[in-house]
Every structure is written in C-alpha cells, then in structure tokens.
C-alpha cells in the first residue's frame, strides 16, 4: 500500500494516545515468559511486541520473527537458557543479513548450544537449550545495547547470576538503565559500576507485580517534528508519558527546544506546543549515541526547516531493518536535499527547495515512513509501503488524519 501526502496543516490542539513503549514491553514479555507473576499494563500493540507474544507462549519449534531484531536478539538468550528446549529462530532476508555473532559468542562463552544454519554469524540460528551455570562474560562495549539487554535479562534466572565486563565506550547507556531497572521493579539485585554489571540469581517472584509500561518516547518524536513544522501556537498532547522516564528517547523534550518546541508534563500527559519561530545563526550539532532511533526524525525535520545538522553516534544505524544512514541519503537527495554520510555520522546542507510529490522508498523500515510524512506539512509526497509502520506504531497513519493530515492511497 502506497500513501498521498497531500499539502496540509494541523489542526491547532489535537489529543493523541499513543501505545506502550515497544523497548519496555519486549523486555518485560521476556521477563513475564521466566517469572510468571509479573502483570503488565499498556502492553505495546507493535507487530514486534506480538511476534515477542508468539514466540514466548506458542509450542513451534521454528519461530519466524520477521523484521524484529529486538525479538531475535532477546529470544536467542531466552531460547539458549531453557533447558530440553530446541527451536530454530529465523526471520526476514534482511534479518539473515543482520550480524548476532557477538551475542552468540557471549552465550556460547557462558555454555550454551548455539549453530547458524545458513551463514556464520546471522540467522537462522539453531539452539538447544540447557541451564547455564558459568557467570561471567565480556563484551566490547559499543556494540549494540540489545546484546547487553538479551543477556542481563535472562541473568537472574542463571544459577549464579552473571557478571557482565563491558570493554571501552558503551554505546545507548539509556536502554541498558532501562533493563536493569525494569530488573530492580520485580526485585532482581543489580549493579553497574566501572563498566561493570552484575546480577543477581533470582529464582522465583513471592508475589504478583504489576507494572504499567509508558507510552513509547520514539513514536512520540514524529509528532516533535510535526511541530517543529507547524505555526506558532499549534499544540498537540500526547499520553501516556512519565517526567521521570526510563526510555532514552525522553531527550526529544530538550533536543526540541532548539525548534521552538515546548514539553508540559501534565497527568501522565504532555503538551507539545510550537511556541517560537527560531532564526538558526548555525545548524544543529547532536552526538545521538545515546538515542540514535530517532536521527531519522531529526534529520528529516532539519531539511523541512531549510536547516543543516550534523548527527553523530550514529554505527548501529547501519545494521537495523535497513541501513538508515544509506536510505536517509537517498530518499532527501530525492527531495532535493545534499547529505554526506560516514559510518557513524550524517551531515546535511540546507536544501534550497523541496521538489514535490517524491515517492519516498521505505526499506522495510517503519521509521523511514513515519520519519517523512511530516514533511507534507511542507510538500505533497508519497509514502511507498506505508503498512510498513505497523511494526511499531499500528495506528499512526489513523493519528495524523485526526491531526489534520490529508491522506489517500
């Protein structure tokens, strides 16, 4: 299914009640899989959250989890930790095409029984599950925070607990808080200190816990940059969201401040409110290491601004559903845009036009589509595969109509 963005605006306050953080949710259907009493609330309706769902409560013995990499790297620690368990777990071709070496060598170094059925160091993978009792790991530390999340997750179910070594600079520190207190809320002993993780053995929970997930802080970032795009005075209130979060994300609030864009905590609400027309004397320098899901929205609001920006922190951009540093590329030069990209960083030159009706490719990538469609707040566009958002944000196209967005296929 291809979208018509048509030209349009907002309306001037809308209401907006957006589903559960898919980071949270995928982290607390792990943990609910190893201790049962835990209850969750505003569980996220992603395809991701779901094919989380699938795996952890049905009996097959392949799992196919698509394009969800959180899923294969989370269900790979789960899989290897369940003694007498044999599953096979595949998904996409780009999903065979995304490295989970450095987990599986983690695993393997703590016991576990691990093959690649296809090509070494991807999907598909084979395990055959046993109790782990080795205790202590190391991994370099920029890689990609869901290998260290897939492991602390499943370490309190370890016979003695784990000991985690991280090597150099960590990468996405935010995510690897959000696991360890999401640990500490069903009572999981932690500690992180000089790049050092333990956790402590927990058996079993003596008492039911619910916990409620928040809203998720990435979906928020595509209307910050709706915003950012709109007059002065537009507002638009997003729930459920917490002033203390645990999601890195939560930085949107600050980093759009830069575009004139207020947040108001309220009643687990907040307001986002276009208060200023900002007149940029330089462009927008941001290190994202800490929060790099959301550079897509930074750079494509940065070229509907007429503004450059220079992103870094950006490396594990290269191995998600497609690489994003390459798409983002592609898909503004085609507007019109001139970008220069390196492994880790994208540098953008202010565009002195915005040619209209571009049809943007997706890659398979729900961010690349709900990246781009504010830029019809400034030009009509095409969204090619716009269901593609379905993986983490089922209702957004539904969302932006009630904004105000004209929409056709």
């Known amino acids: 299914m291809h979208l018509k963005l048509h030209h349009a605006q907002v309306n001037k306050a809308s209401k907006i009640t957006i589903s559960g953080s898919k980071s949270e949710s995928n982290r607390l259907l792990l943990l609910q899989a190893l201790y049962p009493k835990i209850k969750i609330t505003n569980l996220s309706n992603s395809d991701d959250s779901q094919v989380m769902q699938n795996a952890l409560s049905g009996q097959a013995n392949v799992i196919d989890i698509h394009h969800a990499g959180t899923a294969m790297r989370f269900l790979t620690a789960y899989f290897a930790t369940q003694p007498q368990k044999e599953v096979v777990l595949t998904g996409s071709e780009r999903m065979k095409e995304r490295p989970i070496k450095i987990l599986v060598d983690a695993l393997k170094s703590l016991g576990a029984h691990i093959t690649y059925l296809e090509n070494e160091g991807c999907p598909p993978l084979k395990i055959l599950g046993k109790e782990l009792v080795k205790d202590k790991v190391t991994l370099n530390a920029n890689v990609s925070s869901q290998y260290i999340s897939a492991l602390l997750l499943v370490a309190p179910k370890l016979k003695n607990g784990l000991e985690l070594t991280l090597k150099g600079e960590i990468t996405s520190v935010p995510y690897i808080k959000m696991t360890l207190s999401l640990l500490e809320q069903i009572g999981v002993k932690t500690t992180f200190k ?45 729930a459920s969201y917490n002033a203390n979060s645990l999601q890195g994300d939560s930085v949107l609030a600050t980093i759009y401040e830069q575009f004139g864009v207020q947040t108001q905590f309220k009643s687990h609400t907040i307001t986002l409110e276009k208060t200023a027309e900002v007149m940029f004397k330089k462009g927008i320098e941001l290190n994202l290491v800490n929060c790099p899901d959301i550079a897509q ?12 920006c220079e992103l870094t922190g950006l490396h594990t951009l290269r191995i998600k559903e497609t690489d994003r540093l390459q798409a983002l590329k592609n898909e503004l030069e085609k507007l019109g845009g001139e970008l220069t990209i390196t492994n880790e960083s994208l540098t953008l030159q202010p565009s002195k036009e915005m040619r209209p009706n571009t049809a943007i490719e997706t890659y398979n990538d729900h961010r690349m ?16 595969d716009a269901a593609v958002v379905t993986k983490s944000y089922k209702a957004f196209w539904d969302d932006l109509k009630q904004l105000g967005f004209k929409v056709s296929q």
């Open 194 to 238: 000089d790049n050092i993780i333990t956790i402590s053995p927990k058996p079993s929970l003596d008492n039911e816990i619910d916990i409620v997930v928040e809203s998720d802080w990435s979906s928020a970032s595509y209307f910050y940059s709706i915003l950012a795009l709109s007059p002065v005075g537009t507002k638009i209130t997003l």
């Open 297 to 308: 929205t930074i750079a494509v609001t940065c070229f509907g601004l007429g503004v450059s």
């Open 369 to 384: 589509a709900m990246a781009f469609a504010p830029l019809a707040l400034k030009t009509a566009l095409v969204i090619k």
